[in-house]
């Protein structure tokens, strides 16, 4: 099946630091998706990306949706403690029978020290 | 609005046995999903349905069943767990775009 390559895997940061994370695939998408997850939780959305791109933020969470479509990008400026949990990208068709399904990344696990 | 949930939260099984995980959301959404998640390989799909009565497989199916018949409930069963099948499994549905994702079943398979 589809792949995506998400890097880093981890990343240990101080806090007011800047985060970069990135996922690329073999295929195109038509959505890119940005989850978090808390530990002991589910995934929760961050950011959402419709168009090849477009550049969208949310607060201090920047995304970028790749111009190939093979590839998006997410920024976090100044990071703080509540930052700490595990990052995934995920990539969507739309249309025929796509049904919504996602492809993830494998995450990247942000650790942030005060 | 409770969004998904999923029961139990935890459970612990012996090789050979069977149990089923239930899902449940009420958004009205036709889609519904069940992921496994095991550390460094993100979320793999096992099974998901477009609406009640229909199921289909993902991208890891082998060992488990599921059902849908009724629209906010979805049910992933194991008939015979293996500890191959110790992982976290999260539920999630979706209308069109964004998944709402549960909090999660915790499987340990002894």
């Known amino acids: 099946g589809q792949q995506l390559n998400q890097s880093p895997q981890s990343m240990f940061i101080q806090e007011g630091e800047d985060v970069s994370m990135n996922c690329t695939s073999s295929?195109?998408?038509?959505?890119w998706l940005w989850y978090k997850q808390d530990p002991g939780e589910g995934p929760v959305l961050l950011i959402a990306?419709?168009?090849?791109?477009e550049l969208t933020s949310n607060g201090r969470l920047t995304a970028q949706f790749g111009i190939t479509r093979k590839d998006s990008f997410l920024n976090i400026s100044a990071s703080i403690p509540s930052d700490v949990g595990i990052y995934f990208c995920?990539?969507?068709?739309?249309?025929?029978?796509?049904?919504?399904?996602?492809?993830f990344g494998q995450g990247t696990i942000l650790t942030v020290h005060p | 609005n409770a969004g998904v949930t999923q029961t139990p939260k935890f459970r612990v099984l012996k090789t050979g046995q069977s149990m089923t995980l239930l899902c449940a959301q009420d958004?009205?959404?036709?889609?519904m999903y069940w992921y496994r998640q095991d550390p460094g390989m993100g979320l793999r799909l096992i099974h998901y349905?477009?609406?009640?009565?229909?199921?289909a497989k993902g991208e890891v199916p082998d060992g488990y069943n599921v059902s849908r018949l009724k629209k906010q409930n979805f049910l992933l069963g194991l008939e015979s767990a293996a500890p191959s099948q110790t992982s976290v499994y999260f539920c999630?549905?979706?209308?069109?775009?964004?998944?709402?994702f549960g909090p999660g079943t915790r499987l340990t398979v002894l």
């Open positions: 349905s477009v609406g009640e009565g229909t199921t």
């Open positions: 995920a990539g969507q068709l739309s249309g025929g029978t796509s049904y919504g399904k996602l492809t």
């Open positions: 295929s195109i998408f038509n959505t």
């Open positions: 990306l419709y168009k090849a791109g």
């Open positions: 999630a549905s979706s209308h069109t775009g964004e998944q709402f």
């Open positions: 958004m009205n959404h036709e889609y």
